[in-house]
Nanobody
Framework: QVRLAESGGGLVQAGESLRLSCAAS????????MGWYRQAPGKQRELVAR???????NYANSVKGRFTISRDNAKNTVYLQMNSLKPDDTAVYYC????????WGQGTQVTVSS
């Protein structure tokens, strides 16, 4: 079992920045990769960024150059630095851990006003 605790969401204006954090606990040795997904109202959940245990990253085209995913192995924490935020980035952001099963955090709201 993997437990994920997210933090860092909030309300910002367009052009500003936020950093999301996701702390993993439990069977963290079983995790192969971690990522951030988001779901806007009326839309499907989509991958934002992902990082493997080897440090390989991939991003949605819509956030490339603006968002950066990173991890602190000592703290078992993954971060999503979000710069130059746009109103289209407004969504609930979910942390994900890929192990034998997929584990999800409770989600954190990010709202970007124009």
């Amino acid at each position: 079992q993997v437990r994920l605790a997210e933090s860092g969401g909030g309300l910002v204006q367009a052009g500003e920045s936020l950093r999301l954090s996701c702390a993993a606990s439990g069977s963290i040795y079983s995790i192969n990769a971690m990522g951030w997904y988001r779901q806007a109202p009326g839309k499907q959940r989509e991958l934002v960024a992902r990082i493997t245990t080897g440090g390989i990253t991939n991003y949605a085209n819509s956030v490339k150059g603006r968002f950066t995913i990173s991890r602190d192995n000592a703290k078992n924490t993954v971060y999503l630095q979000m710069n130059s935020l746009k109103p289209d980035d407004t969504a609930v952001y979910y942390c994900n851990a890929e192990a034998v099963y997929n584990f999800w955090g409770q989600g954190t709201q990010v709202t970007v006003s124009s």
